[in-house]
């Protein structure tokens, strides 16, 4: 029986995972209408595990104790290797971020929209005004107390290096707002679902939430990113976990 249920799996796979994916964004979209909040739970928590339960995917999450407690927006920044990243951040944290998304996926038709309305879309083809309005809106954010969810490499990783050059953005975000950054380190995301590979892998997904790193007063952007790179490279080369 597990023979035949694995034979199957790649078929009934991504049927479910489509067809559940446009009734969370559905929702998503109708309760972005009441409660914003209530909107990112369903795209966050429940289209995370329609994600991942499926797929026989499971995490083990060290370092929960890490997250701020207090009301202050702040910033969750990790690798990233694989579509499994996005749900794996929301899921591991448990809370309620909103993704910093490229903005082609807003024409994802209902997944999209939700996006849209409930998370951050970046046009990167937008121009310094586009990218000034993103900043603006995203500080906004973070003065409400909402919690940004960024993958600073800009792309998924495939595997050339450990990291790829964090892009500023995030950085500029942290030091302008006096934002924290929380590095999450994932490990075999990539593995379970890389790039170019229709389904993902049955597995196991490791995540590795740091201390929050504060922007020093005055530092300069380039040595707060190689300070936040280095946290990061450090959890995924850590062995001990």
Not at 50 to 63: C, E, Q
Not at 206 to 228: D, H
């Amino acid at each position: 029986m597990n023979c035949l249920l694995r034979l199957l799996y790649p078929v009934w796979y991504l049927p479910v995972l489509v067809t559940l994916t446009v009734m969370c964004g559905t929702v998503s979209l109708l309760l972005s209408l009441v409660s914003i909040r209530l909107a990112r739970y369903i795209s966050n928590t429940v289209w995370g595990r329609v994600v991942l339960i499926p797929a026989g995917i499971r995490l083990r999450v060290l370092g929960r104790e890490n997250l701020p407690v207090s009301n202050g927006g702040f910033i969750l920044y990790a690798n990233h290797s694989s579509l499994l990243d996005i749900p794996t951040v929301a899921l591991a944290t448990g809370l309620p971020v909103s993704w910093v998304a490229k903005a082609s996926l807003g024409s994802i038709p209902f997944f999209g929209w939700a996006l849209a309305r409930v998370h951050l879309l970046v046009d990167r083809s937008g121009g310094s005004e586009a990218a000034r309005q993103m900043m603006e809106e995203a500080g906004a954010r973070l003065s409400r107390g909402e919690i940004l969810s960024i993958f600073p490499e800009g792309t998924r990783n495939r595997g050339v290096t450990l990291l790829l050059p964090f892009k500023k953005g995030a950085l500029i975000l942290a030091r302008r707002n006096g934002a924290l950054l929380v590095p999450v380190a994932i490990k075999n995301a990539g593995a379970l679902w890389p790039a170019g590979r229709l389904y993902p892998c049955p597995g196991v997904i490791r995540v590795r939430i740091g201390p929050p790193l504060p922007p020093l007063p005055g530092e300069k952007l380039v040595l707060l990113g190689a300070r936040a790179q280095k946290v990061l490279h450090d959890l995924l080369t850590d062995g001990s976990w």
